[in-house]
């Protein structure tokens, strides 16, 4: 059967190889690129004839069947093209960059009468049908859920190999071309092909996590959760910044075990099972046999319906965010983000995504294009330490960190967030509780902040629920959390606020260890420890300075500074919490000498200006102005 090739660099070299093993069933009749194939690119396939114009090579040929390995923009267009032209149609994956765009083709295909098969060359193994009646005949129970997992490094050149590599747009046009939807679509064509949600209307929502850490627009390691309709929720995790190659996979979670597929290798494995390796059917192969002898198609267009429902809204999301330099390792040919290949094998063990996981670049608050802050969701602490979101590491614009985790003195001391020592009379401040009477003691009352979910997130900042519990126990608060950072004329701000509402249904008592008896210690509400050991500290308000002068003060403004930064810290509502001597830390006293009781809620807001150098009381108001205008 005569075909012709559109595209003949990049992954149309893989074709050309693959169009020499099957000469028994197909012969190169023509081949189509901006410019003529490179030397030697066409040995062993005869003499095709070159065009630049698809549709007029495919007439002039009489192929039957027109091979697009061309740049993800032009899937479309040519595919209409080549329809149009007469011929039939082996499109590479990704489908197309838009959901409409796929539309138009599968449209254009039934309209035409002719055959349309994607690339998924995945979805060719026999692996896969045969996972489905393991699923189908209960081997492990009923399926809980669907992981993927892929780590590959790469090196700087794979996001120069082209102008649309690394790209989500170019010249106004739609690419797309990130980690998920092209290096590794196949994994989460595969992973919707075993969960049975292929055809357009099987996903119901996407959550996605898009970052890079190559000077790229695109994402280079990426998690999402799928939410199919009626089906097992599939959650994908993927990089390109893994120090080496793992062979992706998909992980069937059940009641009674788990299914493995390697798809690269057509290898699957229930539970500790032997391996078990099926045979694959190449899809040129396949759609010679539809087009000649009515063999089905293996990859039809509307089986990719629900992966360009997943890519679509890839496309709509934010752009992937930035992980910080300080995380990444430039050493060698590629950037690798060290652990990332033991974090995605997390995501898919656990169906969580990165954030869920408590990687603190997961969560990056942006000043402008600066990553100034990172948010950990899901510490791994004991419980003594009253485990808790909390933003570290937060820097100046200049790179300075200005938080401290876990120190040596204090380590429930976790860089900036919310901590109290008495709620309800659970400690959610972490390490000892103080005592009437008898001091300091170790008592079995920690209580957790369990981040429930994000309900607004962007680059600047998110809004955040949390439950405020103590394991085994019913919750006792619900918190709303926001934060965002906003750039300013010097440095840059911090807003949070934090409202807790009440789920006993009785009066909560807020109390501090100086509510108990141990005088000034009022500590309790939001806190920020900062590094130990920085030279030159200094606090002061507008009226006092130093740690005794300003330590439950109830000035509108506190600053806190160093040889290389300053904090300055703005609220109205409770005194001021300082330590400089002992150890550097900033806090508000929501019960400074007194319990504070509310039925129903209690709000707060801070902001707090990050500053690179020391600023002098002279220099504060008006930034304070401006951070919380």
């Given amino acids: 059967m005569r075909v012709v090739l559109a595209g003949t660099r990049g992954f149309g070299a893989h074709y050309l190889e693959r169009l020499r093993h099957l000469r028994d069933v197909v012969e190169l009749a023509g081949v189509c690129d901006t410019a003529p194939p490179e030397p030697g690119a066409l040995d062993g396939l005869g003499e095709p004839e070159f065009s630049p114009d698809l549709p007029e090579l495919v007439k002039r040929t009489g192929a039957r069947i027109a091979i697009l390995a061309t740049p993800i923009p032009t899937h479309a267009e040519l595919t209409l093209a080549a329809l149009a032209a007469g011929a039939h149609v082996l499109v590479e994956k990704p489908t197309a960059a838009t959901l409409a765009d796929f539309e138009r083709m599968e449209r254009a295909a039934a309209e035409a009468g002719l055959a349309c ?130 062979e992706p996979y998909v992980v069937v979670h059940g009641e009674r075990g788990r299914i493995r597929l390697t798809y690269t290798l057509d290898e699957v494995q229930v539970n500790d099972e032997p391996v078990r390796r099926f045979g694959r059917t190449d899809l040129l192969r396949n759609l010679v046999a539809h087009v000649g002898s009515g063999e089905p198609l293996l990859v039809p267009i509307a089986r990719t319906g629900a992966f360009m429902e997943v890519m679509e809204a890839i496309r709509l999301a934010p752009d992937p965010l930035p992980i910080a330099a300080d995380h990444l390792d430039r050493s060698g040919e590629g950037v690798v983000l060290p652990g990332i290949a033991d974090l995605v094998d997390a995501s898919a063990d656990r169906l969580a995504l990165f954030s869920e996981l408590g990687a603190s670049w997961a969560t990056p608050l942006l000043a402008g294009d600066t990553v100034v802050a990172e948010y950990v969701t899901r510490p791994d602490l004991p419980l003594t330490e009253s485990p808790r979101p909390y933003l570290h590491p937060v820097r ?206 209690l709000a707060r807001r801070v902001t707090v200006l990050v500053a690179d150098g020391r600023l002098t009381p002279q220099d504060v108001p008006a930034l304070v102005a401006e951070a919380t205008s």
């Avoid at 009226?543 to 000035?555: L, M, N, P, T």
Wanted: charged share 20%; aromatic share 8%; with cysteine.
């Fill in 396 to 601: 100046t614009l200049g790179g300075t960190v200005v938080t401290e985790v876990r120190p040596q003195d204090h380590p429930h001391h976790l860089g900036a967030g919310v901590a109290v020592t008495d709620v309800g009379g659970r400690n959610f401040w972490g390490g000892r509780t103080y005592v009437r009477d008898r001091g300091p003691a170790w008592l079995d009352n920690h209580g957790v902040q369990r981040h429930v979910a994000f309900e607004e997130r962007d680059a600047a900042g998110f809004a955040e629920t949390l439950l405020w519990e103590r394991p085994g126990e019913e919750p006792v608060v619900r918190e709303e959390r926001t934060a965002r950072a906003v750039p300013l004329s010097r440095g840059w701000a911090l807003r949070l606020s934090f409202t807790l509402r009440n789920l006993t249904g009785s009066p909560l008592t807020v109390e501090s260890s100086a509510t108990k008896g141990r005088a000034g210690a009022g500590y309790g509400g939001f806190f920020w420890r900062a590094p130990a050991g920085s030279p030159g500290l200094r606090v002061f308000t507008g009226e006092a300075e130093g740690e005794q002068a300003v330590h439950g003060s109830r000035a509108p403004w506190l600053a806190l500074s160093a040889e290389g930064w300053t904090l300055v810290f703005a609220q109205d509502d409770d005194p001021w919490f300082v330590r400089v001597a002992e150890y550097p830390g900033v806090g508000t006293a929501l019960a400074w000498d007194t319990p504070l009781v509310f039925d129903d809620v």
């Fill in 117 to 246: 098969q994607v690339g998924f060359q995945s979805l060719g193994s026999a692996a896969i049908p045969a996972v489905r009646e393991m699923i189908a005949s209960g081997v492990i129970g009923q399926v809980t859920g669907v992981g993927v997992g892929g780590s590959w490094p790469r090196p700087a050149s794979y996001f120069t190999r082209s102008p649309w590599a690394g790209r989500r747009r170019l010249d106004g046009v739609d690419v797309v071309d990130g980690a998920l939807t092209n290096p590794f679509a196949h994994a989460l064509a595969t992973a919707l092909a075993v969960a049975g949600a292929e055809e357009r209307g099987a996903v119901e929502a996407v959550e996605t996590e898009l970052f890079h850490a190559n000077a790229i627009e695109s994402d280079d390691t990426s998690s999402i959760r799928v939410t199919t309709a009626g089906g097992p929720p599939i959650v994908a995790a993927v990089t390109l910044c893994a120090a080496g190659r793992d």
